[in-house]
């Protein structure tokens, strides 16, 4: 069983209210938690804090616009087209193209959640001890809100406490102090957050991946070239992988459970539970309506993202992980075996006339998609996103655990770091091969050599899209496309593999912007997919202070490239 300590903002305010009232009806009466209305002090209410700490990142990484669209959305994997007869928001389309502003609802999600997490933290700060697990835990939360600030935004402000004075307006920090105090920060709690394995909770070993993630960005961050940060990238997972005590899960599918509290792989989970912390909701963002009943799932998706072809096609035929991950083709009705389990995919097909590109009567994802928004994407057009396990009934994804950093993880930072550094190559290529023996059933098929991951990428990247309108129209006389390929991307075969392990597990924004092409810009901005097309511009890497920030603090100074920046 799950074990969630998390707590709920709305039970701590109803404690508050109810405590003497059945006895005194002139007691004044609270809406909000306040240092004026509670005592901080109290060991209950601190309890709470902390709990809500953890409540607020589970929100920043599920709450809608959240983490992982943030880090998905804007990728060459995953994108919520416009679906055309269906209807999606613009603010998918500005992802995918990488045109957005100032008032994106992603960013605004990221930074109020962030903020939000990092004042309860400071507030318990402000009166724990100084030493033990539970400062150790406020602390590591705090700084891995800050991590996630410092890759998305850069310079933001950085708030250590919550004692201030009426009236006080953050400023930003540098990018080097936030990174600074990140690193500060997790070297001097790794002792007392331990090395004991409570499932939702930090230990050492998820520290030292949080610092395993800035220094392998470093030079990402900082526009410098110093192997130096790789060296402690390297000794932080080594670290991991030699005394954690992980190992990788015999079944790949045992990190997207619902309840992933039994894989030996995961260091640090978010945990969800679909009556306290439901949250998850890609069975409805992904799937067609019709398309539930292939998994036994009684709700009703919205039919919304897909898989970007380009990106369906780089799989090797071999590679279990793409229908492991992915619905593409025709899709059939689930039933159960004589144990009354639900099984999907494993009865009839499905009847589905809307869209019918095949002519066939049948719901059938197509690899193809028209376009982002111009005309947009049919509705049985492109593969869905199932990686997250669909639980049968009214479930769905809703209480899925996320494994937010993974052995797999620690093994490919050490095998790109290795590959960067020029030690060890084959090691490198070993520890890649291992991870992906689980998804092969030939041994030979999974394995990758030091020229693989050096060489470049499968990836065919360019411009595709398709501005013919009709659901079983693909002109060729429509077909938007600029043929760019991956030879010229450096370590391509380890950014492919990246992808394949990684993909939906807040990796790829970060990858596609560390790894680069032979002409300097990274593939981020430098490579064209889909409908997204290729640029120059660099200020894509980090995204613009949230106008509602700036609007509320006139203290903020707004991110070079973007508008209203000095």
């Known amino acids: 069983?799950?074990?969630?300590?998390?707590?709920?903002?709305?039970?701590?305010?109803?404690t508050l209210m109810l405590v003497g009232s059945c006895t005194?009806?002139?007691?004044?009466?609270?809406?909000?938690?306040?240092?004026?209305?509670?005592?901080?002090?109290?060991?209950?209410?601190?309890?709470?804090?902390?709990?809500?700490?953890?409540?607020?990142?589970?929100?920043?990484?599920?709450?809608?616009?959240?983490?992982?669209?943030?880090?998905?959305?804007?990728?060459?994997?995953?994108?919520?087209?416009?679906?055309?007869?269906?209807?999606?928001?613009?603010?998918?389309?500005?992802?995918?193209?990488?045109?957005?502003?100032?008032?994106?609802?992603?960013?605004?999600?990221?930074?109020?959640?962030?903020y939000v997490g990092i004042?309860?933290?400071?507030?318990?700060?402000?009166?724990?001890?100084?030493?033990?697990?539970?400062?150790?835990?406020?602390?590591?939360?705090?700084?891995?809100?800050?991590?996630?600030?410092?890759?998305?935004?850069?310079?933001?402000?950085?708030?250590?406490?919550?004692?201030?004075?009426?009236?006080?307006?953050?400023?930003?920090?540098?990018?080097?102090?936030?990174?600074?105090?990140?690193?500060?920060?997790?070297?001097?709690?790794?002792?007392?957050?331990?090395?004991?394995?409570?499932?939702?909770?930090p230990n050492r070993y998820a520290a030292c991946m949080v610092l395993a993630k800035l220094y392998l960005n470093y030079n990402t961050y900082f526009g410098t070239s110093d192997d130096t940060y790789y060296q402690k990238a390297l000794a932080e997972v080594e670290e991991i992988i030699t005394e954690g005590g992980y190992s990788l899960a015999a079944d790949y599918l045992d990190n997207f459970k619902q309840d992933i509290s039994s894989s030996p792989e995961v260091i640090f989970a978010l945990p969800l539970d679909k009556k306290n912390a439901s949250h998850n909701y890609l069975v409805n963002k992904c799937l067609v309506g019709a398309g539930a009943a292939a998994y036994g799932y009684n709700g009703s998706p919205w039919n919304g993202s897909c898989a970007v072809p380009q990106f369906i096609e780089?799989?090797?035929?071999?590679?279990?992980?793409?229908?492991?991950?992915?619905?593409?083709?025709?899709?059939?009705?689930?039933?159960?075996?004589?144990?009354?389990?639900?099984?999907?995919?494993?009865?009839?097909?499905?009847?589905?006339?809307?869209?019918?590109?095949?002519?066939?009567?049948?719901?059938?994802?197509?690899?193809?998609?028209h376009s982002i928004d111009n005309p947009g994407a049919y509705q049985q057009e492109g593969y869905r996103f199932v990686k997250s396990e669909i639980v049968a009934g009214d479930d769905g994804t809703y209480a899925n655990d996320v494994a937010f950093f993974r052995l797999a993880d620690a093994m490919f930072i050490k095998a790109e770091c290795l590959l960067r550094l020029g030690q060890d190559e084959q090691t490198a290529a070993d520890l890649i091969t291992e991870i992906r023996n689980r998804s092969f059933d030939s041994a030979a098929k999974a394995v990758r050599t030091v020229a693989d991951l050096k060489g470049g990428s499968a990836y065919d990247y360019g411009h595709r899209e398709y501005t013919s309108e009709g659901y079983?129209?693909?002109?060729?006389?429509?077909?938007?496309?600029?043929?760019?390929?991956?030879?010229?991307?450096?370590?391509?075969?380890?950014?492919?593999?990246?992808?394949?392990?990684?993909?939906?597990?807040?990796?790829?924004?970060?990858?596609?912007?560390?790894?680069?092409?032979?002409?300097?810009?990274?593939?981020?901005?430098?490579?064209?997919?889909?409908?997204?097309?290729?640029?120059?511009?660099?200020?894509?890497?980090?995204?613009?202070?949230?106008?509602?920030?700036?609007?509320?603090?006139?203290?903020?100074v707004q991110n070079d490239g973007y508008s209203g920046a000095n």
Request: a negative charge; one cysteine or more.
């Open 1 to 14: 069983m799950k074990l969630i300590k998390y707590s709920i903002y709305s039970l701590v305010v109803g």
């Open 24 to 114: 005194n009806l002139d007691e004044t009466v609270y809406d909000q938690l306040t240092d004026e209305t509670i005592d901080v002090n109290d060991p209950e209410i601190v309890g709470y804090m902390m709990g809500e700490v953890f409540a607020q990142f589970r929100f920043l990484y599920w709450g809608w616009n959240g983490y992982f669209d943030v880090m998905e959305e804007c990728s060459d994997t995953y994108m919520t087209p416009k679906r055309i007869g269906v209807g999606w928001g613009d603010l998918y389309i500005n992802m995918h193209k990488h045109s957005w502003n100032a008032s994106q609802g992603h960013i605004e999600a990221l930074w109020h959640y962030a």
């Open 119 to 201: 004042g309860y933290a400071n507030t318990t700060l402000d009166v724990l001890p100084e030493t033990g697990s539970d400062q150790a835990q406020m602390r590591f939360m705090r700084a891995l809100n800050y991590y996630v600030l410092l890759d998305a935004f850069r310079s933001v402000p950085l708030e250590t406490t919550q004692d201030v004075e009426a009236g006080y307006l953050p400023e930003q920090a540098t990018p080097q102090d936030i990174f600074n105090f990140c690193v500060a920060e997790l070297d001097a709690i790794k002792d007392d957050l331990g090395t004991d394995k409570t499932f939702g909770y």
């Open 314 to 369: 780089s799989y090797d035929d071999a590679d279990n992980r793409l229908g492991y991950t992915w619905a593409g083709g025709v899709q059939y009705m689930a039933t159960e075996d004589s144990n009354g389990n639900t099984v999907p995919q494993s009865g009839d097909p499905i009847a589905f006339s809307s869209d019918d590109w095949a002519g066939e009567g049948l719901l059938n994802y197509s690899v193809k998609v």
């Open 472 to 556: 079983a129209n693909y002109d060729p006389a429509s077909y938007v496309v600029t043929n760019e390929g991956g030879d010229d991307i450096e370590l391509g075969g380890l950014l492919d593999d990246l992808a394949w392990e990684f993909v939906g597990e807040h990796h790829r924004r970060q990858d596609l912007i560390r790894f680069k092409m032979a002409d300097g810009r990274n593939v981020f901005n430098g490579k064209s997919w889909f409908c997204k097309d290729a640029t120059t511009e660099t200020h894509w890497d980090y995204f613009p202070i949230p106008k509602a920030a700036i609007d509320a603090n006139i203290s903020l």
